[in-house]
């Protein structure tokens, strides 16, 4: 008998529990609850804290920081600070739109402008350059891109200078190009640059002629660069010629071309 009323006092425990917890009135308690308790963790956070880690969601991806967007108030407004729209990536949108943008769009593309995001003026500068608008535009482009340390900006000059058929500047380019490689964290992300750009140049039409005319930076006429391949030497920090490792970056970009 005792066993049975214990038994049945267990049953009788998890169906009021049970009758609880699917109650309408207690399941908004408990979301009243977590609300107020994801409030309460969003309030400790520094609004500057919370913006810099979106600025760097931002940068890394546009969908995830729409995504942060809808998730919560906080999160929403934070998100819409200018330094947000500075660091935004812009990879999930072509560099040559094939239709009419829309107005989200539009007014999307006048924010990031507006927040001087340096992705604008540098897919214009790419844009310019390899559809043989001529290097005065695009340059004029990359310098407001220059201007917020963007590699990638930085790296489209060194090729602008090395094609531009001057000696002079053919130099600059090759110093230029050299220090990227010197440094490590430059070097570090010349790679994800170099596949960016090369995955931009496979959406449009590249018609500068400039482009027919490969220059060559070493002139040494020893066997030293003969290497097991090109594409070693691209990545390769113990080149100490710096023609034959500019001359490895612009192998890799002819190959990224469609025929000329």
């Not at 009243?32 to 760097?56: F, G, Q, V, Y």
């Not at 043989?132 to 060194?158: D, F, M, R, W």
Request: aromatic share 6%.
């Amino acid at each position: 008998m005792v066993n049975k009323n214990v038994k049945d006092s267990r049953n009788m425990g998890r169906a009021t529990t049970s009758t609880i917890l699917r109650s309408p009135s207690n399941s908004k308690i408990t979301k009243r609850s977590m609300h107020a308790t994801n409030s309460s963790m969003m309030d400790n956070i520094p609004r500057e804290l919370l913006i810099e880690i979106l600025c760097r969601l931002a940068h890394t991806s546009f969908t995830d920081i729409h995504n942060a967007k809808l998730s919560c108030k906080d999160f929403h407004e934070a998100a819409e600070d200018p330094c947000v729209y500075q660091n935004m990536s812009l990879d999930n949108f072509p560099l040559v739109a094939w239709k009419p943008l829309t107005k989200k769009e539009e007014a999307f593309f006048t924010k990031c402008q507006d927040c001087q995001n340096p992705e604008i003026p540098y897919r214009q500068a790419v844009l310019d350059y390899f559809t043989g608008k001529g290097p005065k535009s695009a340059l004029a482009h990359l310098q407001g891109a220059l201007n917020a340390n963007h590699i990638g900006a930085l790296y489209v000059t060194c090729i602008i200078l090395l094609f531009s058929g001057e000696d002079e500047l053919k130099a600059c380019g090759m110093k230029l190009m050299a220090g990227m490689k010197k440094s490590k964290y430059v070097r570090g992300k010349l790679k994800e640059h170099r596949d960016r750009l090369k995955s931009m140049l496979r959406t449009m039409w590249v018609e500068n002629p400039a482009l027919r005319r490969r220059p060559v930076c070493c002139t040494k006429q020893d066997n030293h660069r003969r290497r097991s391949s090109w594409e070693d030497m691209v990545d390769d920090a113990d080149v100490h010629c710096e023609g034959c490792s500019v001359d490895s970056e612009i192998k890799f970009l002819l190959d990224s071309l469609p025929r000329l």
